[in-house]
């Protein structure tokens, strides 16, 4: 086989145990992209902080979510290759940012089962671009694949907020969930520092300066999280014909006090039965294979507080995770990407663009 897939997804801890999302916490949060500080700062917050108090208690909350097959996120995608595999011609597996399988294993694998091997598509398992998630999945992809000097081109999928196949699948997967009597949706995205929605504006002048700014046409919206997060929310609320005043729009995850992208979403559940929505759906569309994010915090953590808070009904919507459109949205990329068509595929990241001193800013 000339061609392979690989889908990228976050990664897990290994376990449960505290050592082990202790390791898993330490590489993810010593990562440049997701905390942004001087390398000695980000290590002494990182490992002397942030860690040891964190890992007890996401120890904790990966109990409440772990099956007997390990990691629902980890369980999730290779469920999603699987299916994958059985759709296309080409050998489709998974690897992980975080913990493993590591692109660099993945890599070797896929080399060595496959000796005349000449291209690889990566597909991020995130719809939207962000410093902390597509960025470094794609550059850390790359790098590995520069360090092994392997023998094939790595190619990836670009973001695929706006895409026809990943939204007719988004809709189709939510549809069934607003046949029922309900009062708001609430589209719930992972978070992250406005620092970072600055960072990524390569015009230097776009980002969060107007209150609308993410329904103004600009440059800097191809490297927006925040725009693609709304255009992909937009796009779902005009095919479903969800009356306005019925959906939502929040930002979970918020990690520390630096000012993260609002409105948040824990507040937002806890008022939202005051403003006399009784009964409310949540989708999570950032993430495709659910996890620890969605089981956890909001089907959990955010369920409790919206019935504290006087809410009578709680309903959460599953990721893509193996949804047949799903599978069959992935399956016509890869048949394109056999067929040489190339709308799909690659662009510069923000991350080349930006002027040396952003660069040096999250380096
Ligand atoms: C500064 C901290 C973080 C940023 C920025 C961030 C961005 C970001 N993350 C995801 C997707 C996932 N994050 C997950 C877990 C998770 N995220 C952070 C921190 C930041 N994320 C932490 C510390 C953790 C670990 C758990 C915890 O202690 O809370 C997960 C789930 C992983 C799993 O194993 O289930 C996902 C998925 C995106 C898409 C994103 C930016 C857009
Ligand atoms: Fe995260
Ligand atoms: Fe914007």
């Known amino acids: 086989?000339?061609?392979?897939?690989?889908?990228?997804?976050?990664?897990?801890?290994?376990?449960?145990?505290?050592?082990?999302?202790?390791?898993?916490?330490?590489?993810?949060?010593?990562?440049?992209?997701v905390i942004d500080k001087p390398w000695l700062l980000r290590n002494l917050l990182v490992r002397g902080i942030i860690v040891?108090?964190?890992?007890?208690?996401?120890?904790?909350a990966y109990k409440q979510v772990w099956t007997d097959a390990g990691s629902p996120l980890i369980v999730l995608s290779q469920q999603l290759a699987t299916a994958l595999d059985g759709e296309v011609e080409e050998p489709v597996v998974i690897a992980m940012r975080y913990g493993t399988p590591s692109p660099r294993q993945v890599f070797d694998l896929l080399q060595s089962q496959h000796p005349d091997l000449e291209q690889v598509l990566l597909v991020p398992m995130y719809p939207h671009y962000a410093m902390s998630s597509y960025e470094t999945a794609v550059e850390y992809a790359k790098e590995q694949h520069?360090?092994?000097?392997?023998?094939?081109?790595?190619?990836?999928?670009?973001?695929?907020y706006n895409n026809e196949e990943y939204l007719h699948a988004l809709c189709e997967s939510i549809r069934p969930y607003l046949d029922g009597d309900y009062d708001q949706i609430l589209f719930s995205y992972h978070g992250v520092p406005e620092r970072h929605i600055y960072k990524g504006d390569i015009t230097g002048q776009h980002c969060l300066k107007s209150g609308n700014c993410c329904d103004v046409p600009s440059a800097a919206h191809q490297y927006c999280y925040?725009?693609?997060c709304w255009a992909t929310t937009k796009e779902v609320v005009r095919r479903l014909g969800i009356p306005e005043g019925k959906w939502g729009f929040s930002f979970q995850s918020r990690l520390g006090r630096d000012p993260w992208l609002q409105p948040?979403?824990?507040?937002?559940?806890?008022?939202?039965?005051?403003?006399?929505?009784?009964?409310?759906?949540?989708?999570?569309?950032?993430?495709?294979?659910?996890?620890?994010?969605?089981?956890?915090?909001?089907?959990?953590?955010g369920k409790e507080l919206f019935l504290h808070a006087g809410g009578e009904n709680f309903t959460m919507i599953p990721c893509l995770n193996v949804h047949p459109l799903w599978v069959q949205a992935l399956a016509k990329w890869v048949r394109d990407y056999a067929q040489g068509k190339t709308d799909m595929l690659q662009f510069d990241s923000a991350h080349e663009l930006l002027p040396k001193k952003s660069i040096m800013d999250i380096i």
Request: proline letters at 6%.
């Open 1 to 33: 086989m000339k061609r392979a897939v690989i889908l990228m997804n976050l990664g897990s801890p290994d376990s449960t145990e505290v050592k082990d999302v202790k390791r898993y916490l330490n590489e993810f949060l010593m990562d440049a992209r």
């Open 52 to 60: 040891p108090f964190r890992a007890p208690k996401s120890a904790e």
């Open 146 to 160: 520069k360090e092994g000097r392997y023998r094939f081109r790595l190619d990836y999928i670009r973001p695929y």
């Open 226 to 228: 925040r725009h693609q």
């Open 264 to 301: 948040y979403t824990a507040q937002r559940l806890s008022e939202l039965p005051k403003e006399g929505v009784q009964k409310v759906v949540v989708a999570c569309p950032a993430f495709i294979s659910d996890c620890l994010e969605t089981l956890e915090e909001i089907a959990g953590e």
